[in-house]
Structure formats: C-alpha cells, structure tokens
Nanobody, 124 residues
Framework: QVQLVESGGGLVQAGDSLRLSCAAS????????MGWFRQAPGKEREFVAT????????RYADSVKDRFTISRDNAKITVYLQMNNLKPEDTAAYYC?????????????????WGQGIQVTVSS
C-alpha cells in the first residue's frame, strides 16, 4: 500500500514556474514507477510525465515536453514535477500516481495508487 500526497500547487501567471512535490509513504518507494497526470474541468484525466523505477526512464506528453521535468529522490521518498513557462492551458488538477510496473507507464489504468490531487491555475 502506498499513500501519496501532492503539494506545491497554486495560482501563477503565464510564463511563471512551479514545482509540484509528491510525498509517498512506504519503504519500497524506489521500486515504484511514478507518474503525474492532470485533469481540467470537463476533460478526461491525461498523462503528463512518468519516471520508471527501473533505469529511471522518463516520458512526457508532447504538450509539456521541454517545459516540464519529472525527477525523484528515493531518499526523500518524493517525486517532483518542475513546470516552467506555464501556459493557461496547463490549468488543471494535478495528480501523482504510483505503480510497481518497471516501465515508463503513460496510461491511467497502469497505475494502482493515486494522490488526491492539487490545483494549478495559470492566468493569462
């Protein structure tokens, strides 16, 4: 069982940066692939970024590539999402997720544990 708690969201202006954090419980964090997803009002939850526990492979949605960076600190049992050059279309609730799958998983159904989400709002 893994519990995930997101932090770091808020209201920013277009062009600003934010860093989301996801603190996990459990002693086996290093054996979980971690992902970030987001959901805007009226839209389906979509993949943002993932980092695998095996080899630390990362993948990104095309919409955030070159602007967002996912990283993990296994000693702190935390995964981060650095978001630069934020755009109004990045406005959404952001969710952290975990899976034992060793690959870079990009689908909602591939994750077993989810945080409660945190709001990011980007004004124009």
């Amino acid at each position: 069982q893994v519990q995930l708690v997101e932090s770091g969201g808020g209201l920013v202006q277009a062009g600003d940066s934010l860093r989301l954090s996801c603190a996990a419980s459990g002693r086996t964090f290093s054996s979980y692939t971690m992902g970030w997803f987001r959901q805007a009002p009226g839209k389906e939850r979509e993949f943002v970024a993932t980092i695998s526990w095996l080899l630390g492979r990362t993948r990104y949605a095309d919409s955030v590539k070159d602007r967002f960076t996912i990283s993990r600190d296994n000693a702190k049992i935390t995964v981060y999402l650095q978001m630069n050059n934020l755009k109004p279309e990045d406005t959404a609730a952001y969710y952290c997720a975990a899976t034992r799958d060793p690959g870079a998983v990009t689908t909602n159904t591939g994750y077993d544990y989810w945080g409660q989400g945190i709001q990011v709002t980007v004004s124009s």
